[in-house]
C-alpha cells in the first residue's frame, strides 16, 4: 500500500486519477482506519490531505464559511461565527462520536463516507450547503443533496476530491435545527435524524422552508412537500400535522433491529414537528 | 499498511521518541509494541469504546484511530505520563471512591478526565458525563467513576488503616488498585515476552457448515517469513472440552464441521510482522455450508450433536404441591409470557494472553475466571498431565461469566507446544464477540394465582433456553431457573421447567445470574398484575409474600438469615416518595410520563446442590511476611480486598501487613471458580477458617486467651493478653516444605444436598436477596425510556466493604438496565461496539444503595453473595415502571423504542 501526503490539491487530484484502483482519501480517518482493519479491504493507496494548506481552515468571508476538508467536528463548536449562524450544523457534526472522535472526524468525510446515517449531511442539505469539488479540471461546485449517491457510494468523479463545504451566510429572519433519535444517551448512529432551516417573512410568518431527512432512505431525502406545507404558517398545529405526515410518506427506511420501517416513518415525523419548533424560534418566530 | 516508511518522531510523557512507522499503523499500535506503553489499552479498534484514549497536544483522542503519521511532532500524553512519582491526585480520588473495578477503561478514563480537568477543575456531574462519554465502562456503572472526577481536586489524607478487628465492614481501598490507577496492571494482551510469536485463528464465517482444509504448507510458503499452521489434526490430546465435564462437547478446533459462526478450525502462527503482512481471507479452506438455525423459532432436521435428540440439552425440573388445583381454586390467577435476546458480555477487553514452555511445564497466562479449570481442560486437549501445565491468571478486563470457558488458552498452548517459544493471541473486538458465550435467550410463560387476600397459592413456569451450539454452561442455567422462578416468595405449590436446546447460535453460557435474570422478568411482571387483581399496593403485595426465617423454598429446603423483607422494609418509603414524585410530574400533562417499579431478586451462592470447595493457605516466613495465598480470580469485583479483610480479622492482624500471592495454580491451592456469587461467601469462608486455625495455633504456642492480641513486628511476633506478653521470634521456628514457620490451610465446601427427581434438596447453603426500585420517564411519542433513579437495597448478610458492594449493586443495574433497554447480540449483526451498544455515563440513573445486614448462620461472618443478586431485579423493575408510567406491556427484550412504542400504541 501506498501512502502519500501531498502538499497541493493538485498534487492530491492527480495521485487518485492515476491510481489504478482502491484509492483512498485519508482526512480524520475515523472511518478509514475501522475499514481498514475489516476482512477484505484493500486499499492500493491512501492520500493523506491534512497537509494541503488551508484543509484545516474555517473562512469566514463576506457572504460565507467555507469549512475546508481536514477541519474536525470539534472545530466547528469553537467557532463562534459559524455557531451563530448555523447552529443546527454544528450541533449535527458536534453529534459524531465521542468527544475523542470528534477532534479527529471531518464533515466532509462524514459526506464522503456516504452512511444513510450520517448526521452532519441532512443538517448541512437544509442548510442549502454546497460541495467545493477539485478535480484534474479545475473546481466545480455541486449541491450536498447530489454528493450520496447510495450507502457508501457517492457522485465523485475519478480523481475528484471535496476540498471544502461551502455555506451561505443565513437569511434574515432564519433559524436552523437538526435532531436525531438514537436508543442510547450518545455515541450511536442515528436511526432517523431531522435537520430544517426556516425563513420567515417580516410577519413572522415561513417565507420558505428547506426539511432534510437522515437514515431513512438509501441518501439523505429533501422531504419538499414537508416543507412546503410550514410555508405561510406560523407553525399552527394543523401546519405541523401535514408537514409531519409529509415527513413520514417521504420516508422509506428499511426494517432493522434499530427500528421497523412504521416506527422511522412516524419517528421522522416526530422529530420534525420538535426540530421545526427549534429552528422557528431561533428564526425570531412566535 | 506495515511496510516501514522511515521514521516518526514525536514527545512521549515529555521524551522525544522515535519509532519507525508505516503511516497507516494506529498510534496505540506504536505506543503499545514499540514503545512499551501498555497501559493504553486496546478494546475495540473502532472508536467505540474510548479505552485507548490519549492526549495529543492535550486534546483527547482515541490511538486506534489515530494514524501513527498523524502524531508526528506532536505530544502524546499517556497514563503512564501522569503517573510520575506515583498516583497523582486523580488517581487516588479513583482508588479512594472506588472507581477502578478490573481497571481495563481505567487509563482511558483518567485521560479523558485529565483533559476536563486541565480546563475545569471543579466539575460539575454533566460535565464529568459528557467529557467520559465515550469511553464505556462494563463494571462500574460509571458513578464512582464520576464520583472520583468530580472529587479530584479534593486533597486526600492517607488513608486510615483498620486496626485488627475493624477491616470488615470499612470502607478501603482495593488492595489491588494501584496498579489499575498507574497503567502498570498486566491484563492478558500486556506481557511480550522476548521472541513471542503471535497466533491467529481461522474461524468459520458460516453458523453451520463442513470444511475441508486445504494445501496449508503451500499457502504458508507465499508468505514474508515463516508461518506454521496447526489444525485440529495437531491436537495431542482430547479434542473436546466442556465446563460440566459430563456434558463436555466442544472442540479446541474444529475438526470437519463447525457449529456456530466464529468457531475456530485452524491457528496460524508467526512473527507480529509476518502475520501483519498475510491475509488471512486467503487461507485455504472449502466450506460446504449446511442449513442452520440460531433461534428457537425454527426447528432443525437433525441434531446438532448425535447424542441429543430433539436437540435438548437438558430439563431442569423443580414441583412441590398439586399446583394444578391450587391455581383451579384461586381468586386470581394472571398468566404472562416473555422472550429475552441474545446478551453479550461485552467486558472492554477482548479475550487475551501468552503461553510459553518453561522446563517441562507449560505456562499461560491470560485472562480467566476459573484457572483450575482452564489448567485440567487444557492438559486434557494438550495431552499433558494436569501438573504440567501452570495457568497464572493475567488480570481480568472483566468477565461476568464468559471467561469462565476456555477459549483461547488451548489454542497458545498448541503454538508454544509446537513451537517451543512463547505464543501470544489477542481477539479482536469481532472474534470476541462471535466466539464467546453470551446470556441465553429465553422463551418463557408463567401462571402464578394468589388467594383473595393476596397471598400466592401457587405458580407454574415453562420455559426454552436458546443454549446455542455447545453445552458450555447450559445445564446450569436449565437447574438454576426453576429453582429460583418463584422470586422470594412463598410459593406452596409449583412446577417449573427449563430446557436448554441447542442451536447453531453462539454458545449461550454463564452470565450473570444464570438465567435467572430471565425468569425474574417474567414472574415480576406477572406479579404487578396479581397485585392489581388483588388490589394491592404492588410493594406491600411482594411484602405481603416475602419469604420468611424458617420458611420452606419451592426445593423444600428450610431457609435461615432470609432478608428479602427487610429488603422489602427498607424501600417502603422510597417508594411512596417515589409515587408521589411521579404523580406529580404527570399531572402537568405532556408527551412525557413518569412512572415506578419494584422487582426483588434471591440467588442461591455456589454451585447448585454440588461440591465447589475453596482452600485458602496463611502463611508466616521466617522473616515475618504475613502471605494469604488467594486463589479466586478477581476480575474485579473484590475477592482480593474482602477475603483478606475476613482473613485479617479472625487472625487479627492489620489487613496492611498482608502480602497476596495468586492466584497461580502452581502457588495457590484451589479455590475454584470466580462465579456463583460464590467467592466472598465459599472462599471468605476457607480465608475465615484457615485465619482462625492459624490463630489457634499462635495462641497454643503462647499460652494464651482467645482475646489475646497478635503484633507483627520485624520477625518477632509479639501476643499480648492483658498484662503478660509473649514473644515468638520466628527465625526460631523450623520451615515447612512452602517455607512458613507459621501457616494454616483449611478448605470449605457448602454443605449442600443434591436435588430429587421433583427438585427437591438442598441446593444451596447460603442465599441473598434484594429489591430495586426504577423511576422512570417514557417519552410517549418517541417510545424511549430514561431511567432517572434506582433504589437499591440489597441483604448481604454482613458488609465487608461497603465501597465494593455498593460498586457491584452500580454496576449490576448497569448491566440490568443494558438488558432491559437496548442491548441485543445478533450473530453476524453486531459483533462490534457500535451496533451492540451497552449503557453509557450518560445512561445511567442517579443509584441509591441501601445494603441490609440479616446474618446467615452458614455465612463467614453472617455474610452472603451479591455479584449476580445486584442484576435480577434490574430490568424487570424498569418494566414495572414503564408499565405504570405509559401501560406499556414489554413481553421481549430489550425495550427498544420501537417496541415501547408499539406496546403503548396497543393499549389504546
Redesign the interface.
Known amino acids: 500500500m501506498r501512502y502519500e501526503r501531498p502538499e497541493t490539491i493538485v498534487q492530491a487530484t492527480h495521485l487518485l486519477a492515476e491510481a489504478d484502483s482502491n484509492a483512498f482519501v485519508l482526512a480524520g480517518g475515523t472511518d478509514l482506519l475501522v475499514k481498514m482493519q475489516s476482512d477484505g479491504f484493500e486499499a492500493d493507496l491512501v492520500v493523506d490531505i491534512k497537509s494541503i494548506a488551508g484543509m484545516g481552515d474555517v473562512v469566514e468571508a463576506d457572504d460565507t464559511f467555507v469549512i475546508g476538508a481536514g477541519v474536525p467536528c470539534a472545530a466547528l463548536g469553537e467557532n463562534d461565527a459559524l455557531v451563530a449562524a448555523w447552529p443546527g450544523v454544528v450541533e449535527a457534526a458536534n453529534l459524531i462520536g465521542s468527544t475523542q472522535i470528534q477532534g479527529r472526524c471531518t464533515v466532509v468525510g462524514n459526506l464522503c463516507n456516504a452512511s444513510p446515517a450520517a448526521d452532519s449531511v441532512p443538517a448541512l442539505v437544509a442548510a442549502g450547503a454546497k460541495a467545493k469539488i477539485a478535480g484534474l479540471g479545475g473546481t466545480r461546485m455541486a449541491d450536498v443533496l447530489d454528493i450520496p449517491t447510495g450507502p457508501g457510494k457517492t457522485s465523485l468523479k475519478k480523481g475528484e476530491i471535496v476540498e471544502a463545504i461551502v455555506l451561505d451566510k443565513p437569511l434574515a429572519r432564519s433559524g436552523d435545527a437538526y435532531l436525531r433519535f438514537i436508543p442510547r444517551t450518545e455515541m450511536d448512529i442515528a436511526v432517523v435524524g431531522v435537520g430544517i432551516n426556516l425563513v420567515l417573512d417580516e410577519g413572522g410568518a415561513v417565507q420558505s422552508a428547506r426539511i432534510a431527512l437522515g437514515a431513512v432512505g438509501p441518501t439523505v431525502i429533501l422531504a419538499e412537500d414537508a416543507a412546503q406545507a410550514l410555508v405561510g404558517s406560523k407553525l399552527e398545529e394543523t401546519a405541523l400535522d401535514v408537514m409531519a405526515a409529509a415527513c413520514s410518506a417521504a420516508s422509506h427506511p428499511i426494517d432493522d433491529k434499530r427500528g421497523t420501517v412504521e416506527f422511522r416513518k412516524q419517528i421522522a415525523g416526530v422529530l420534525a414537528r420538535r426540530a421545526a419548533r427549534i429552528a422557528f424560534d431561533r428564526a425570531g418566530g412566535n | 499498511?506495515n511496510?516501514p516508511?522511515g521514521s516518526l518522531t514525536f514527545t512521549v510523557n515529555g521524551e522525544r521518541r522515535t519509532a519507525a512507522a508505516?503511516?497507516?499503523r494506529?498510534l496505540s499500535e506504536v505506543l503499545r509494541e514499540d514503545l512499551k506503553l501498555f497501559g493504553t489499552k486496546v478494546g475495540c479498534?473502532?472508536?467505540?469504546c474510548?479505552a485507548c484514549?490519549v492526549l495529543?497536544d492535550g486534546?483527547?483522542?482515541?490511538a486506534?484511530?489515530?494514524?501513527a503519521?498523524?502524531a508526528s511532532g506532536a505530544e502524546i500524553t499517556t497514563v503512564e505520563g501522569i503517573s510520575g512519582q506515583g498516583a497523582n491526585a486523580l488517581q487516588r480520588s479513583f482508588l479512594r471512591h472506588g472507581a477502578a473495578q478490573c481497571g481495563i477503561c481505567t487509563p482511558g478514563m483518567l485521560m479523558?478526565a485529565s483533559?476536563l480537568l486541565a480546563e475545569t477543575p471543579h466539575p460539575t456531574r454533566a460535565e464529568v458525563e459528557?467529557?467520559i462519554?465515550?469511553?464505556l465502562c462494563r463494571c462500574t456503572g460509571y458513578t464512582k467513576i464520576v464520583d472520583a472526577i468530580c472529587d479530584a481536586a479534593t486533597v486526600d489524607a492517607d488513608e486510615a488503616i483498620p486496626e485488627p478487628g475493624r477491616a470488615v465492614g470499612a470502607r478501603i481501598e482495593r488492595l489491588d488498585g494501584r496498579p489499575k490507577v498507574v497503567g502498570t496492571e498486566v491484563f492478558g494482551a500486556d506481557y511480550l515476552p522476548q521472541g513471542a510469536m503471535d497466533v491467529r485463528a481461522i474461524r468459520s464465517p458460516h453458523h453451520a457448515a463442513s470444511f475441508t482444509i486445504g494445501d496449508t504448507v503451500s499457502w504458508a510458503a507465499q508468505a514474508p517469513g515463516k508461518v506454521q499452521v496447526f489444525t485440529a489434526a495437531d491436537i495431542p490430546g482430547i479434542n473436546c472440552f466442556g465446563t460440566i465435564p459430563p456434558f463436555a462437547d466442544q472442540p479446541a478446533m474444529a475438526a470437519s464441521r463447525v457449529r456456530l459462526r466464529g468457531e475456530a478450525i485452524a491457528i496460524v502462527v508467526a512473527e507480529t510482522a509476518t502475520l501483519d503482512e498475510i491475509d488471512?481471507?486467503s487461507f485455504p479452506v472449502t466450506w460446504h455450508p449446511e442449513p442452520c438455525f440460531v433461534s428457537l423459532d425454527t426447528e432443525p432436521d437433525a441434531p446438532l450433536h448425535e447424542t441429543r435428540p430433539d436437540n435438548l440439552l437438558i430439563t431442569g425440573f423443580v414441583q412441590t404441591g398439586d399446583v394444578d388445583a391450587a391455581l383451579a381454586n384461586t381468586a386470581h390467577v394472571a398468566s404472562g409470557e416473555f422472550e429475552t435476546s441474545y446478551v453479550e458480555h461485552a467486558y472492554i477487553e477482548p479475550e487475551a494472553g501468552v503461553a510459553w514452555p518453561e522446563g517441562h511445564t507449560l505456562c499461560i497466562q491470560a485472562c480467566t475466571q476459573a484457572p483450575v479449570m482452564d489448567r485440567d481442560d487444557t492438559a486434557r486437549i494438550l495431552g499433558l498431565p494436569e501438573e504440567k501445565v501452570r495457568i497464572i491468571p493475567a488480570a481480568a478486563g472483566g468477565g461476568f461469566g464468559a471467561k469462565l470457558d476456555l477459549s483461547l488458552q488451548p489454542l497458545i498452548g498448541l503454538a508454544a507446544l509446537k513451537t517451543g517459544r512463547p505464543c501470544r493471541m489477542i481477539y479482536?473486538r469481532a472474534e470476541s464477540m462471535m466466539s464467546t458465550t453470551k446470556r441465553h435467550p429465553a422463551k418463557m410463560t408463567a401462571r402464578i394465582g394468589c388467594d383473595a387476600g393476596g397471598k400466592i397459592t401457587g405458580m407454574v413456569f415453562d420455559g426454552d433456553f436458546n443454549t446455542g451450539a455447545y453445552a458450555s454452561w447450559g445445564p446450569t442455567v436449565a437447574v438454576r431457573v426453576p429453582v429460583h422462578a418463584s422470586g422470594p416468595y412463598k410459593t406452596p405449590a409449583y412446577r417449573a421447567k427449563a430446557r436448554a436446546k441447542h442451536t447453531n447460535g453462539p454458545t449461550a453460557g454463564a452470565f450473570r445470574g444464570f438465567g435467572v435474570p430471565q425468569a425474574a422478568i417474567l414472574q415480576e411482571t406477572v406479579y404487578d398484575d396479581l397485585a392489581e387483581k388483588a388490589g394491592l399496593d404492588r410493594l406491600a403485595f411482594r411484602r405481603l409474600n416475602a419469604l420468611q426465617d424458617g420458611d420452606r423454598s419451592v426445593c423444600g429446603q428450610e431457609l435461615h438469615g432470609v432478608g428479602i423483607a427487610a429488603c422489602l422494609d427498607a424501600l417502603r418509603t422510597p417508594w411512596h416518595r417515589a409515587l408521589d414524585r411521579a404523580a406529580e410530574f404527570n399531572a402537568a400533562g405532556g408527551q412525557a410520563r413518569r412512572g415506578v417499579g419494584i422487582a426483588s431478586c434471591w440467588y442461591g451462592c455456589g454451585n447448585t446442590g454440588l461440591p465447589n470447595p475453596s482452600t485458602i493457605r496463611i502463611g508466616i516466613t521466617p522473616d515475618g511476611t504475613l502471605n494469604i495465598h488467594q486463589g479466586a480470580t478477581d476480575i474485579g469485583q473484590g475477592a482480593n480486598t474482602v477475603v483478606t479483610q475476613i482473613a485479617a480479622d479472625a487472625l487479627g492482624l492489620p489487613i496492611a501487613q498482608f502480602e497476596l500471592i495468586g492466584p497461580d495454580t502452581h502457588l495457590t491451592p484451589d479455590c475454584g471458580k470466580t462465579s456463583a456469587s460464590r467467592q466472598t461467601y465459599i472462599t471468605g469462608k476457607a480465608a475465615l477458617l484457615a485465619a482462625q486455625a492459624l490463630r489457634r495455633d499462635i495462641l497454643a504456642r503462647s499460652n494464651m486467651g482467645e482475646d489475646a492480641r497478635l503484633r507483627l513486628h520485624g520477625r518477632t511476633l509479639v501476643i499480648t493478653d492483658g498484662t503478660a506478653s509473649h514473644d515468638i521470634h520466628l527465625a526460631d521456628l523450623p520451615e515447612n516444605p512452602h517455607g512458613y514457620v507459621l501457616s494454616a490451610e483449611e478448605t470449605y465446601d457448602p454443605p449442600t444436598e443434591g436435588l430429587d427427581e421433583n427438585g427437591q434438596g438442598k441446593p444451596y447453603a447460603v442465599y441473598g436477596y434484594g429489591a430495586q426500585i426504577a423511576e422512570v420517564e417514557v417519552d410517549m411519542?418517541?417510545?424511549?425510556v430514561k431511567v432517572h433513579n434506582m433504589t437499591a437495597a440489597h441483604d448481604v448478610g454482613r458488609v465487608v466493604n461497603p465501597m465494593l458492594a455498593e460498586g457491584q449493586i452500580e454496576g449490576g443495574i448497569a448491566q440490568g438496565l443494558g438488558m432491559a433497554?437496548?442491548e441485543?447480540y445478533?450473530p453476524g449483526?453486531?459483533e462490534n461496539l457500535?451496533?451492540y451498544?451497552i449503557?453509557?455515563a450518560?445512561?445511567m440513573p442517579s443509584i441509591e444503595s441501601i445494603l441490609i445486614e440479616v446474618p446467615d448462620p452458614e455465612g463467614p461472618m453472617g455474610l452472603k453473595g451479591l455479584g449476580e443478586h445486584v442484576l435480577i431485579p434490574t430490568a424487570p423493575a424498569i418494566l414495572n415502571a414503564i408499565r405504570h408510567a405509559s401501560g406499556a406491556r414489554i413481553t421481549r427484550l430489550p425495550a427498544?423504542?420501537?417496541r415501547v412504542?408499539?406496546a403503548i400504541r396497543a393499549t389504546r
Open positions: 499498511m511496510r516508511f508505516a503511516p497507516g494506529r479498534d473502532a472508536g467505540d474510548g484514549t495529543l486534546a483527547p483522542v482515541c486506534c484511530l489515530t494514524p503519521a498523524r479523558a483533559a459528557d467529557a462519554g465515550g469511553v488471512l481471507s479482536s411519542v418517541l417510545g424511549t433497554l437496548m441485543e445478533i449483526r453486531t457500535h451496533d451498544l449503557p453509557t450518560g445512561d427498544l423504542p420501537h412504542l408499539a
